[in-house]
């Protein structure tokens, strides 16, 4: 799916070829971000592939400590691609983190986790192969300005998608073609003013090895999805990183600027990971069963059984920002209702029309892309692992509008829901981490938790808001 190359060899033989003049090694921290070395060609050979190349772990943030700062780079040649943004020829090769103390893989390193979670289904006797299939939605806006100081804080996007531009006045006229609110879905030119952008997008991806299967504009203003292939699940999280550098960057090249924030709109709806999943053992689909609800097997619904039960523990990785909960209120079709349902996208978790063996899957609707996807993906699949180890039933199938239900009505039907706000995840990740254990080490999870609440929880909880200024300053 996508791959150049398949071991050292051919690397080296497909960067004589393309004639690279600079390797760019790539690895992803806590929070889910690149960062990158770059080394002349000539300086890198069998050997520094082997060994690893050297790097100080204590600048990078929630790693490690200065006295023991030493750490080092594994490249997974499988993973390269050619930077289509560089002006000298460089390829990218996404690295994976070694450490050197204990000599292992690092627990820190969100894509060993990731690798770490796929030898535990092995293990478990679950599967031996899990396909994940994320669906990342992005705005495309042109401009956005913000500001957070001690005496003021603002922020402004815009989009010529916009209903607030109906009345702008344009330099030769304001053709005034807009959706606007939760109008986006499906329109075509020129009211989808974004189709040669995604054009470009969609080409780029499969110039770095990615199956490109469909693009359009979603539902809120300014807001897109380009569909890819699904993968095994590293590689799918090396898909989601190499997805976000390109539309970021070929939006950039293009004079405007992409997010994948979750809400950056107040009243249209946001944007979601929705990810596909399944786990297959012996070149068999274990969550397949002919005839049944969805054609689901047991194991996909005790699959989905674990997901729910640990959904709140879960949502601190999958919602990983305090702005994740404010695409998960009632009204924007947030799927925060934890039950499933065949075809129905009020569900938190749908079963996609239609699936017949190869492709009967879950899609898990809550998630977004402030998610480390590497993390996201292995802590989906511990906890759907333990759902299928102790056979957790979860409530449904529900087929109604989901999303017309009153809370006394969920109330009443005793149906759980995702956590409210980041604090809440992680408060429940705290009480509710023994199925991560096979995986995650005490000390990540522990990392983990403290690094959202100091960069993120406790910072937006000290804010006044423009909103409380509204709503109190005359009290």
């Not at 702005?323 to 349902?341: H, M, V």
Request: aromatic share 12%; with cysteine; hydrophobic share 35%.
């Amino acid at each position: 799916m996508g791959k150049f190359v398949k071991n050292n060899e051919e690397f080296f033989e497909f960067c004589k070829n393309k004639e690279v003049e600079f390797v760019d090694f790539r690895f992803t921290d806590i929070k889910g971000a690149w960062h990158h070395i770059t080394y002349r060609y000539s300086a890198v050979d069998e050997k520094l592939i082997k060994n690893g190349l050297p790097f100080d772990g204590s600048s990078i943030e929630a790693w490690q400590p200065i006295n023991k700062s030493d750490m080092i780079l594994k490249p997974d040649v499988k993973s390269a691609f050619l930077d289509p943004f560089t002006a000298d020829v460089t390829i990218i090769v996404i690295c994976s983190v070694y450490d050197i103390y204990n000599d292992e893989m690092y627990a820190k390193c969100p894509r060993s986790i990731a690798q770490k979670s796929l030898e535990y289904l092995a293990e478990a006797d679950v599967g031996d192969i899990a396909y994940f299939g994320p669906e990342n939605e992005f705005f495309v806006f042109d401009s956005v300005r913000f500001r957070d100081d001690e005496n003021s804080a603002f922020y402004k996007v815009d989009t010529e998608d916009g209903s607030w531009n109906r009345d702008t006045d344009y330099e030769g006229g304001n053709m005034s073609h807009i959706a606007g609110t939760k109008g986006g879905y499906f329109p075509v030119a020129p009211i989808d003013k974004g189709v040669d952008l995604r054009s470009e997008i969609m080409l780029v991806l499969e110039e770095v090895g990615l199956t490109v299967m469909l693009g359009h504009h979603e539902v809120a203003q300014g807001q897109h999805e380009i569909g890819i292939a699904y993968n095994t699940l590293v590689e799918a999280a090396d898909n989601v990183q190499k997805l976000k550098y390109v539309i970021k960057m070929v939006a950039h090249l293009n004079g405007k600027t992409a997010t994948f924030m979750p809400k950056p709109i107040i009243g249209d709806n946001g944007n979601g990971m929705h990810v596909h999943q399944s786990i297959w053992k012996d070149g068999v689909n274990t969550f397949y069963n002919k005839g049944s609800y969805g054609n689901l097997s047991d194991n996909a619904r005790y699959y989905a059984g674990g997901v729910f039960k640990h959904a709140k523990a879960v949502a601190a990785f999958t919602n990983a920002s305090t702005n994740s909960y404010k695409r998960l209120i009632p009204g924007f079709e947030a799927p925060n209702i934890l039950t499933y349902s065949a075809q129905n996208r009020s569900a938190a978790c749908r079963v996609p029309w239609g699936s017949g063996e190869g492709a009967t899957r879950l899609e898990m609707r809550f998630p977004d892309s402030t998610a480390n996807p590497y993390l996201a993906f292995a802590v989906l699949m511990m906890a759907g692992i333990d759902g299928i180890k102790n056979k957790i039933e979860p409530i449904g199938p529900m087929d109604e509008d989901l999303f017309e239900l009153t809370l006394d009505e969920i109330r009443a039907k005793d149906i759980k829901q995702m956590p409210h706000t980041l604090r809440e995840a992680l408060e429940s990740l705290i009480k509710d981490n023994d199925f991560l254990k096979p995986v995650f080490t005490d000390d990540m999870i522990d990392t983990y938790q403290h690094y959202q609440f100091e960069k993120q929880v406790r910072p937006d909880e000290a804010r006044p808001t423009a909103f409380e200024f509204v709503s109190n300053y005359s009290c």
